[in-house]
């Protein structure tokens, strides 16, 4: 064994060793590179050995003398110039079953994840190395490795390596329940909201800061509060609302308090205090909601936990959680809902809603986490029991173990001094009591009036000690006689029964007719007990020799159920209903849903699948001398089933390896007392018992459960372990502090004869190249097409991004030419070699994808009978921050049904590289990234020292020209323009450069690429404002501050044609941009043609107008070559027509109006003339007093103008991906001063890291004089409405009218039908002193309806919105479908009469999207509490529209002043028409 001596290097410091491990090939003629090694200490045969990868020799190490980067050497503890052996392994033999990885404050996108996953095959790994993959720019970690069953420190990833992604920046949902429970004690003494909030939460928080988690979090608390009462008129007017009733006819309503929203901490402790504070009045102000002064209100009661409104919670979330794409930022990934309940795991549920949560869930791949904080029960848990409306005596309980929750049991680790018993239940209150909690079902055990039905003799129960209950089990469990009269008892034990496909299944039963109904035996045991299987079809399959002849469709749950014959008026049509008392009976058929989450959990010893937070107490084998070895307490760690895989005959005592915790080969017996598992005689006979009872069943019958076959237990989120009493469930910490991203490989595709019967088959085939080749012919401008493969990668990309999973698969699946149904359509070509072949799987919808020499072939499988779309409309208040009531909302539940997706239309899309004939719709789920640009502003400073916020000028001139010159900037970086002279600035236009490019620039055609290209970068263009250019000692004939280099001043009467030569001339003429695909040659911006010709033109020519007149000559032309395209100043693309068509460079305009408006963005400028031109003063009077007032925007003076405009947008600027990225952008098409300019980025087939570099790249162009800062879709987020948050909402903020002496109406002077405009302008006028900007939107109704005008407005500072409603006269609301009716009605706080408003006001909004560090930065540091910037505007706001101090009245009568003085100098008033910049 030849032994090396070991260096270390430090990486990069030494450019020759920037490999991991560095070697001299002289040592090792027979190593390559790509070699595994293994490193490890002679001494330490069984110690950690170290793998890595041979990346480059060095033969300036030295002979027999290898280094190591001194990171990980000293993680896995290997000294300096210490001796280690060295050794070339096979990489099969250290391949990793599976790997976690890390990544923060990033968006990865599950294409991403699938790229990084090829990328990373075929690479050695470590613990904590660190991993860059810098095509798409992702940086993330190795945190955890697992390889046959244990965990290792290094390793190498091979195809089949499950490689799991995790995130530390999520956005995580925390809802706590404060049922009634919360105000219990446990068993310690503390209050169970003690326990969750300074037990639970406080441990959750510390972990986060351990490793450094930057969640976005939203804490939530929520409540069901039951009202007394039989019928909705005991209810007062104000409370009827929003009122719902239960299945038993009781009333309800469900609170929800908003605690934190979207918030990111470094330290969330903080938060703690403001919890307990909420508690301490929650209750309360809850119960005691609508109490109103001499009005009787029905007594209102808290709901339970298990009568809660659980699922409800969940959707709630879902409902942000499936609208991932519409808000979409750059610095966080995964999405995670935790509801932390007092109860024990035990809900009671609707089934219609269970179905839509459930497939919601698993469809949208949410992480969703219980957490209990009460005692694990005695039976499997999760479980949820559906409503039984049937109320007869013998109705049997139907209950559910939801695999989609991953459920944890929170316990503090106190020690009580005289015990070390852990009681698994909460004990019963005792006889009289119970009729206190008649309706309440209380402590999760089910509704305790049934009790009342079978009157419990207590001396029947009372000897528990000498009552056998074991053989009364083994007498109720044994097969049943011929005649079955026996009781609706479970079959024996042994015979695990299989019940066909999802939870709830039924048998499809031959035997039913000739079964004699069972009669009811005189047990009086209280109904409810669930340890009674009532239920007779796991007794009917018991009869049933063999139950493979079940049905295997997947037909639908609700017609399934209503094709049994009952065989008795007592039993529920025959299904197998679930003991939760012992689960693991049933076994289902697996389905695809089943597995969809399983490749995020290692494989343990036995190759089962295991859940980390799962411990369990295992029997230990007999030693030789036939002691008992101690009980050992296995800790396994993260989201799954436990180890030993109860179902193998070697079951016990043979159990086949001691489990110990993984690879760190210590045994933890020591803290097996610590789980207090009690080791001794009992407890192994308990084992020793069970195991007979298993040995004595037939073992032919036992199903051997592992991931190929297709049955699997019902409880667990792995399937494939089995529940015993005996497994203890920790809390998931994994889970719960880094949250896994649903995994993009799964592993179940259905077999042949369920493809045929139960799917319905479609296919069809795309031609790239052909498709290309059609379309780069009639494509305006080219672009390099995606070749076949690439189009085929984008494809399988897609559907990852869509929730959908690669499908590994160990044996061919079949072919869709072998499985032709009725409706399949047969595959057109002769089958051929095929190339790649992908799987792909979401739901029960299949797509099988190949690739063939240049044909793609896309068949899809869907279920032949999709479930019924469900929808359920729900009703709740919730009380937001800063909000001061409980507002109503409603919000609906729906399930999407997938299988419409037009994926064809995708495809096609990709193949054609975005083209228009594809557009992306709504229902492709594009992503998109909003953003405003605003003018910076630097007033947020003053705000801090001065006491009021209604500081703002309004926007200056002076300003405008920056601000505007800085959007130039912007627009032609997101153009990727460059100019061909950079425009300079002025101090360096000295005379002697203008004379040398004189000489250089003579030659007779003009040509335009004489001086070379400046840098790659932008050319800088710097424009001093003019007092800066006053101050800068410049010569006195450089007296103007355009950037251009001045030459000559037009005399009056300069023709046309001199003015068109001069600004031709290449170097003092207006800039043209250098040569660009599909533009023209001698291109440049209108906005620069007129700042060119303001400053050497005298004022009488208006430079617009002589703009126009040279097109009309025929001079200049619009870029695309459009001659009908009048001059419109702003950045708008015109192109010099009259040029020397031979020059080497000359480049036709595209004479493609369309195609050039998809390519280029065309910005006008509007409300900014007097740049250009100087104009008469408008007049000083506030609009809301004019006589005839100024339009609110551009989009009421021009009418038919549109809103916004779409073009092409390459993305992989820098070029650093590997795929081929494009988007669009969708941008206003008018810019005006003192609005908010909107730009969208839309994309699908692009890569978040590389979106977020490029928009990174345009926030640092825009910064000198605006901002872009990124809004939400719904920025008001508004109740009852379709795709905002429904925990969001704006606050409304009542503006005072009745502040006039006398009482008098405002606007009492002006004319009826103008006065609700004048109201509006009034509102606007206050919030531009607040600092709002005015943003255009398009409008949301057709005209035709007279619904109230809406205008929207965003704080310079980005930070919040504001909203007004201005009603019209005759405001009617005729359409009940989007519940305006409802809207205004929560929005305006009146009840019943949905007429005009009554109240005017403004609605205020946060802006979410603003990462709230920043949001947090501003804080006012001279106040005395620290008080946000934010909070002190909202209350300075508040003030201001209260009146309070007259600042309302003062404001009011400063603005009557102005008119007064303006009507004065009556000659100033002849300009009113003109409309005022803003």
């Given amino acids: 064994m030849k032994l090396y001596k070991l260096n270390t290097h430090t990486r990069g410091c030494n450019k020759s060793y920037d490999a991991d491990l560095v070697m001299n090939l002289k040592d090792h003629p027979n190593a390559n590179v790509g070699d595994v090694v293994e490193i490890y200490a002679p001494d330490e045969e069984n110690g950690t050995h170290l793998l890595l990868q041979i990346t480059e020799f060095n033969g300036s190490c030295g002979r027999d003398v290898i280094s190591i980067e001194s ?118 003494g503390d209050l169970y909201f003690e326990k969750a909030v300074n037990g639970f939460l406080t441990e959750l928080f510390q972990k986060w800061r351990k490793l450094s988690c930057n969640h976005e979090v939203t804490i939530v608390l929520f409540s069901r509060t039951f009202y007394a009462a039989k019928c909705l008129d005991e209810f007062p007017e104000h409370m009827r609302d929003c009122l719902q009733q239960d299945y038993k006819g009781r009333f309800y309503e469900d609170f929800y308090r908003v605690a934190i929203q979207n918030e990111r901490c470094d330290d969330w402790c903080t938060v703690l205090g403001q919890l307990r504070k909420l508690f301490t009045s929650y209750q309360a102000t809850v119960l005691r909601y609508h109490e109103r002064e001499h009005m009787k209100i029905p007594p209102a009661t808290n709901s339970s936990a298990t009568q809660g409104n659980f699922l409800e919670v969940l959707n709630i979330s879902l409902n942000t959680f499936e609208k991932h794409y519409l808000d979409r930022t750059f610095d966080r990934t995964g999405q995670l809902s935790v509801v932390i309940t007092p109860g024990v795991g035990v809900f009671s549920v609707d089934r219609e809603l269970t179905n839509i949560t459930k497939q919601r869930i698993i469809d949208n791949g949410v992480g969703s986490d219980l957490v209990c904080v009460g005692e694990q029960p005695l039976h499997a848990v999760p479980l949820l029991k559906f409503h039984n409306k049937d109320t007869t005596l013998t109705s049997a309980d139907d209950y559910s173990l939801p695999h989609w929750i991953n459920l944890s049991f929170y316990s503090t680790n106190k020690k009580i001094a005289y015990s070390s018993f852990i009681p698994r239940i909460k004990l019963p209150l005792f ?50 006689p011929a005649q079955s009269t026996c009781s609706l008892q479970r079959v024996v034990r042994a015979k695990k029964t299989s019940v066909p496909s999802l939870e709830t299944y039924a048998y499809r039963n031959n035997d039913w007719e000739n079964l004699t109904p069972t009669q009811i035996p005189a047990m009086r045991r209280k109904m409810s007990d669930p340890d009674i299987h009532h239920g007779t079809s796991a007794m009917l399959a018991a009869l049933q020799p063999d139950t493979t002849n079940l049905s295997e469709s997947l037909a639908s749950e609700k017609n399934s159920r209503r094709t049994i014959v009952s065989i008795a008026p007592i039993v529920r049509p025959g299904r197998a209903l679930i003991n939760p008392f012992d689960p693991s009976q049933v076994t289902i058929k697996l389905t695809s849903n089943r597995r969809r989450w399983t490749h995020i959990f290692p494989k343990g010893p036995t190759g089962v699948l295991i859940q980390q937070h799962h411990y369990q107490a295992v029997p230990a084998k007999t030693t030789q001398a036939g002691q008992q070895r101690p009980l050992q307490q296995i800790q396994n760690n993260s989201q799954a089933g436990s180890n030993n895989n109860n179902e193998q005959e070697d079951y016990g005592c043979e159990n086949e390896e001691q489990y110990d915790r993984v690879s760190t080969r210590s045994l933890l017996s020591k803290s097996a007392s610590s789980q207090s598992f009690v080791i001794g005689d009992e407890k192994i006979d308990f084992f020793k018992r069970r195991q007979n009872s298993l040995m004595n069943a037939l073992p032919a019958n036992v199903p051997n459960l592992t991931a190929t076959q297709a049955k699997s237990y019902l409880w667990g989120a792995t399937g494939e372990q089995e529940w015993t009493p005996a497994i203890t469930t920790g809390v998931d910490w994994k889970s719960l502090t880094i949250p896994a991203c649903l995994p993009i490989t799964t592993d179940y595709f259905p077999d042949k004869r369920s493809l045929n019967n139960d799917y319905v088959i479609s296919d069809y085939t795309l031609l790239p190249d052909d498709v290309n080749h059609d379309y780069a012919q009639s494509r305006a401008v080219y672009r390099k097409p995606l070749s076949t493969e690439e189009v085929c990668k984008e494809i399988v990309s897609q559907r990852l991004a869509q929730g959908f999973q690669l499908i590994v698969v160990d044996e061919k699946p079949p072919t869709a030419g072998g499985c032709s149904s009725g409706s399949a359509v047969q595959p057109v070509k002769p089958p051929c070699e095929i190339n790649k072949e992908y799987l792909l799987s979401i739901g029960r919808i299949f797509h099988k994808i190949s690739l063939t020499g240049s044909v793609i072939t896309v068949t899809g499988y869907r279920p032949r009978h999709p ?78 020292s001065c006491q009021r916020c209604d500081i703002f000028p309004d926007v200056t001139a002076d300003n ?32 002697r450069i203008t004379e040398k490019h004189h000489n250089q620039l003579n030659s007779p055609q003009q040509s335009i690429n004489v001086r070379p290209k400046l840098e790659n970068g932008r050319i800088p263009r710097i424009f001093p404002a003019t007092d800066a250019a006053a101050t800068a000692g410049l010569s006195a004939r450089d007296d103007q501050d355009d950037g251009f280099p001045v030459d000559i001043k037009f005399s009056p009467n300069a023709t046309l044609v001199e003015i068109f030569e001069a600004m031709k001339h290449p170097v003092t003429g207006v800039g043209y941009f250098s040569q660009t695909q599909s533009l023209p040659s001698c291109t440049f911006v209108s906005y620069d043609a007129l700042m060119w010709l303001k400053t050497r033109l005298n004022n009488g020519r208006h430079p617009l107008e002589l703009l126009e007149a040279m097109r009309k000559e025929r001079m200049i032309c619009h870029a695309s070559g459009d001659w009908k395209k009048p001059v419109v100043p702003g950045f708008v693309f015109y192109y010099v027509v009259q040029q020397d068509k031979n020059a080497k460079d000359y480049a036709p305009p595209l ?56 073009s092409h947008l390459e993305i992989d600027v820098n070029q650093k991906s590997d795929r081929m990225e494009w988007g669009h952008v969708k941008h206003h098409t008018v810019l005006q001063p003192g609005f908010a300019f909107e730009i969208v980025v839309e994309w699908v087939t692009s890569s978040g890291p590389i979106v977020a570099d490029l928009i990174g790249g345009w926030m640092r162009k825009a910064n000198q004089f605006n901002f872009l800062v990124s809004v939400p879709a719904d920025p008001m987020a508004e109740p009852f409405t379709k795709k905002s948050d429904p925990l969001r909402g704006p606050i409304f903020i009542p503006l005072c009218t009745t502040f006039l002496p006398n009482g008098a109406a405002l606007f009492d002077e002006f004319p009826e039908e103008s006065r609700s405009d004048r109201m509006l302008f009034l509102q606007e006028a206050i919030l531009a002193k607040f600092g709002f900007l005015p943003c255009v939107l398009e409008k949301k109704y057709s005209v035709g309806k007279d619904l109230p005008k809406e205008y929207q407005y965003v704080h310079c500072t980005g930070n919040m919105f504001a909203l007004i409603r201005c009603a019209t006269n005759n405001y009617q609301v005729e359409s009940p479908i989007l519940q305006e009716a409802n809207v205004t009605r929560c929005v305006y706080g009146h009840t019943n009469n949905t007429n005009v408003p009554k109240k005017v006001g403004f609605l205020w909004a946060w802006n979410h999207m603003i990462p709230n560090k920043k949001w947090k930065a501003q804080t006012i540091n001279n106040s005395a509490d620290g008080e946000l910037f934010q909070l002190k505007m909202l209350k300075d706001f508040r003030e201001f529209c209260s009146n309070s101090d007259q600042r309302l009245s003062t404001f009011w009568s400063q603005s009557q002043e102005l008119k007064r003085k303006a009507q004065k100098f009556e000659f100033n008033n002849n300009n009113t028409d003109e409309v005022k910049p803003k």
Wanted: charged share 25%; glycine share 4%; net charge negative.
């Fill in 1151 to 1206: 004479s493609d109006y369309s195609a050039f408006v998809n390519e280029w963005l065309e910005i006008e400028f509007q409300g900014c003339s007097f740049l250009w031109y100087d104009e008469p003063l408008t007049t000083p009077v506030p609009n809301f007093l004019r006589d005839s007032p100024a339009p609110q925007s551009w989009t009421e003076t021009c009418s038919n103008k549109r809103v916004y405009r779409q």
């Fill in 431 to 480: 006889g009289s009591q119970l009729t206190l909690y008649d309706d309440a079902g209380e402590g999760g055990e089910g509704e305790e009036n049934e009790s009342h039905f079978l009157s419990c003799n207590q001396s029947e129960y009372k000897h528990n000690s000498l009552f056998d209950y074991d053989a009364y089990d083994e007498q109720i469990f044994q097969p049943l």
């Fill in 960 to 991: 405008t020209r920056e601000q505007v010159e800085d959007f130039v900037r912007l627009i032609e970086a997101v153009s990727k323009l460059k100019r061909q002279f950079a425009r300079r600035a002025r101090q360096h236009d000295t005379p």
């Fill in 71 to 188: 990171g990980i050497a000293n993680a896995f503890k290997m000294r300096q110039y210490s001796n280690v052996v060295m050794r070339i392994v096979n990489p099969a033999d250290v391949a990793l079953d599976s790997i976690e990885i890390t990544f923060k404050d990033q968006y990865m996108g599950r294409s991403e994840m699938w790229r990084l996953k090829t990328y990373l095959t075929d690479t050695c790994v470590y613990v904590n190395k660190k991993i860059d993959y810098n095509d798409m720019q992702i940086r993330c970690q190795v945190y955890e490795m697992w390889s046959q069953g244990e965990r290792v420190a290094s390793g190498v990833i091979t195809e089949d390596t499950k490689i799991v992604f995790r995130s530390s920046t999520s956005m995580v949902y925390l809802f706590l329940q404060m049922s009634s429970e919360m105000w219990d004690f446990d068993i310690h």
């Fill in 867 to 944: 479930y019924p779309p469900i929808n359920v409309d729900y009703r709740y208040r919730f009380h937001a921050p800063q909000h001061e009531t409980y507002e109503i909302s409603g919000v609906n539940f729906t399930t999407e049904k997938l299988e419409n997706f037009n994926w064809n239309h995708m495809d096609l899309y990709i193949c054609t590289r975005g083209d228009v004939d594809y557009p992306l719709m709504e229902s492709l789920k594009y992503w998109r990234y909003r953003m405003y640009l605003l003018p910076r502003e630097n007033i947020v400073s003053k705000i801090a």
